[in-house]
């Protein structure tokens, strides 16, 4: 066991005075972070028209966002041991904020992107941070509760980035997308340089270097290639498929690497959360469920509903604010009851609402209305946030202390990779499938891609049957061997 686990506190029967304002702190910050993943979803359509370049290139600054946290979050966990939480925060806030003027002041597209990705570094580490931080300081019969707040964060921000994005489109240029925010994360940084003092231990692990190179290479090939897909269809100089397989190959040899490197506590990414198979179901139930809520709620419906019915940008980013509110609001709720019952009862309903959603979603047309949009949304949203706080207090319940770091690493990079994976597939297949001029996704291109995404739903549906029986998040399963 590594010296991480002296983070831990021996006695969890109670919360620690400061943890309330130190998890206030990482929440508060990683709202206004997060919810610059899916704040220009509403404004694709307007950037490609402004910055001249296609509907599948500009989907690049929200697949290239995701795609950067997930390069990146592997190293969360080597992060976590080797300096103090305050190190990592004020880093990560320092990112973010010279992210968002770059993003600001950006004279085009590529210097857009940059500042995407300066902004994506800073982020990728906080939603680790802040679940570690939790699973050290909240006793295992609270931890439900206390999650259900982080479903805030994770679901409601991206869920209310279309709609802040919308407004500021239909008064302001693009431009104060991120001088809005910037202010905010000033003081963000402010706040945390003053209280973000979490007591810890870390010790000297050696950052290797060749896995942040297998995983950047892994996981950028995969979605640079599916990416090249729909944009060149297949014509460009480089075949899709050759970065692809190159990415595929690459995280084979990073998993190789990263189980020697483990014997030894060295791994960039421990991957023994693997051996315990609640965690494992859990995980897979979270990729599915964040291909649907990233790529078809945060991307797929803003594109039908400005390109198929014509509504505003505004319009748009208001249709999909009564879904995210509703699932912000079941956050602490559904997480009680996790407490109480445990995950299957919830995830169960909450998979089965979801896929049924996503397929009602194949019913949209050019005659349908903003209303029934709303209320296929909501729906949406009751599956989703029935399934996000027990999905992710299971998963991380079940590790042993010392593996907190890595099993939220893991957790949060996989999240990340599918709403990356999801927002290219389903932007890939609605431009492929579209009737109209290459690259701009029609009512037809859109309903295929939403079948896809109803598929995923009922993949979902069945992996939720696996779900273990349990009286609660504290219930212990033995490892997979």
Sequence with gaps: MSDTAAIAEPDRATTPPKANLLLGVLVTSAFVMILNETILSVALRHLSVDLNVSTTTVQWLTSGFLLTMAVVIPMTGFLLERFTPRQVFLTAMSLFTIGTLISGLAPGFAMLLVGRVVQAGGTAVMIPLLMTSVMRLIPPERRGATMGTITIVIAVAPAL???????????????????????????????????????????????????????????????????????????GLVPPWAPIVVGAISLVVFVTRQLRLQRDDRALLDLRPFTHRPFVIALVLAVLLFMCLLGAAAVLLPLYLQTVIKVSTFVSGLAVLPGGLLMGLMGRPVGRLFDKFGAR????????????????????????????????????????????????????????????????AILATLQQVAGAFGTAVFV?????????????????????????????????????????KSSGATAEAPAVH
């Design 428 to 468: 890939t297949v609605a431009a492929l499938f579209s009737n109209g001029p290459p690259g701009v996704p029609d009512s037809s291109g859109l309903q295929t891609s939403f079948i896809v995404a109803g598929f995923i739903g009922l993949a979902a549906f069945a992996t939720s049957l696996f779900v273990r």
């Design 345 to 408: 009862p919830l995830v169960i309903p909450g998979s089965a609402a979801m896929a049924v959603s996503l397929w009602l979603f194949t019913t949209l047309g050019p005659d349908s209305s903003v209303y029934t949009v709303v209320g296929f949304h909501m729906l949406l949203m009751v599956g989703l946030g029935l399934m996000m706080t027990p999905l992710m207090t299971e998963s991380l319940s079940i590790l042993p202390d010392h593996l907190y770091s890595h099993g939220s």
């Design 161 to 235: 980035g279309p709609t802040i994005g919308g407004a500021v489109l239909n008064w302001l240029s693009w431009r104060w997308m991120f001088f809005i925010v910037l202010p905010l994360a000033v003081i963000a940084w402010g706040i945390g340089f003053a209280y973000m003092k979490l007591d810890s231990e870390t010790r000297s692990v050696p950052l290797d270097l060749l896995s942040v190179l297998l995983s950047a290479i892994g996981f950028g090939g995969l979605l640079y290639g599916l990416s090249s897909i729909g944009e060149s269809g297949g014509g």
